[in-house]
């Protein structure tokens, strides 16, 4: 059964897009850069699709590719962030606002990074309100039932749900039709797991998180991937839009 990475970083590692292919893992492989962009360009498969924008911790330094925007399927991740940046928010917000009004002159989904600034991101968000997005990494414990309501909303559930009592709550109470499974990338399980991560782990890793989000869902893990296969090929329908 195909699994579903919804977002991921190659980091510039060839070898992790290679094991992606090899593994058969549907995934959205995001870049934050030009540069990262055209490498991920130069190593994905079929079952990969792209995403660019500029995060929120590379707004001081990055500046908008809009020819990336128009040529990525999708848009991100771009949010807003006051914990895990020093980048000031009067740098953030113009960077973020200008890709979400390019997100939707082109009809296209986005990914959102939010950390630190949930109320206003939701509040942004209301000048946008047929606008496809992908929430990913939520772990704040307020503001969570004002983003499972807002429509045409997605949320992708990654590796601290392994330790992470609010992620696991979180995981919990996400609609069925609205749920996605991602790794964030090899960085990410070095972070949760706090040691060092090869390659080869990735597909066995990516199934852990599977399997930890169907026991606290109290569902099979085939029934998991079943459902975010489903809503894969609905995701897909977004961008045909």
Known sequence: MMLIDMHSHSDGSAE?????????????????????????????????????????????????????????????????????????????????SAQLRTAQQLNKPVVLHTKGCEAEILDTLKAYPQLTTLVHWYSAAEYQDEYLKRPNSYFSIGPDVLTDSVVQEFAKKVPATQLFIESDGLESFVWVLKRSVDVSEYQSLLEVVYQKVAQLRNVSVEQLELQVQSNWQQFLTSLSK
């Open 16 to 96: 992790f897009i290679a094991e992606q292919n090899k593994a058969h893992v549907a995934s959205v492989l995001n870049a934050t850069t030009s540069e990262e962009f055209q490498f991920n360009q130069r190593y994905i498969g079929e079952q990969q699709l792209l995403s660019y924008g500029v995060h929120p911790w590379e707004s001081q330094r990055q500046i908008i590719n809009h020819e990336l925007l128009m040529r990525a399927p999708i848009i991100g991740e771009i949010g807003l962030d006051t914990e895990w940046t020093d980048v000031p928010l009067t740098i953030q917000r113009p960077v973020f």
